[in-house]
Nanobody, 117 residues
Framework: QVQLVESGGGLVQPGGSLRLSCAAS????????MGWYRQAPGKQRELVAGFTEIGNTNYADSVKGRFTISRDNAKNAVYLQMNSLKPEDTAVYYC???????????WGPGTQVTVSS
C-alpha cells in the first residue's frame, strides 16, 4: 500500500511564504504523476500545481508566478513553495500521486494552510 504524508501547513500572514512537503512510502514501482490540490470551504477541490508523467508542470492561473512545484525522485517526494500568499489561498492542501501500471491514484490526508492577518 502506498501512503502519502504531507507537512508544512500552518498559519501565515498575507504576503508570507510556506513550503509544503509530501513524501510517499510503501510499495512503489513508478510514480507517473504528482501534484497538489486544495479545497477551500464551500468550494470544489482544485488542482494547484502538478507534474505530468513526462515532467511538465501545470499551475492554476490563480497561483502562477507565486507557487512553484518541485520534486525529489530519490525520495518519492513532491514540494510546493508558496510565496506571496493571499487570504484566498486558505484551504486544505492535498498531495496526490499516481502510480503504476496498473494506474492507481493516491491522496494524502491534507494539510491546512491559513493565510490571515
Amino acid at each position: 500500500q502506498v501512503q502519502l504524508v504531507e507537512s508544512g501547513g500552518g498559519l501565515v500572514q498575507p504576503g508570507g511564504s510556506l513550503r509544503l512537503s509530501c513524501a510517499a512510502s510503501g510499495s512503489i514501482f513508478r510514480i507517473n504523476a504528482m501534484g497538489w490540490y486544495r479545497q477551500a470551504p464551500g468550494k470544489q477541490r482544485e488542482l494547484v500545481a502538478g507534474f505530468t508523467e513526462i515532467g511538465n508542470t501545470n499551475y492554476a492561473d490563480s497561483v502562477k508566478g507565486r507557487f512553484t512545484i518541485s520534486r525529489d525522485n530519490a525520495k518519492n517526494a513532491v514540494y510546493l513553495q508558496m510565496n506571496s500568499l493571499k487570504p484566498e489561498d486558505t484551504a486544505v492542501y492535498y498531495c496526490r500521486m499516481t502510480t503504476g501500471p496498473p494506474l492507481v491514484f493516491h491522496w494524502g490526508p491534507g494539510t491546512q494552510v491559513t493565510v490571515s492577518s
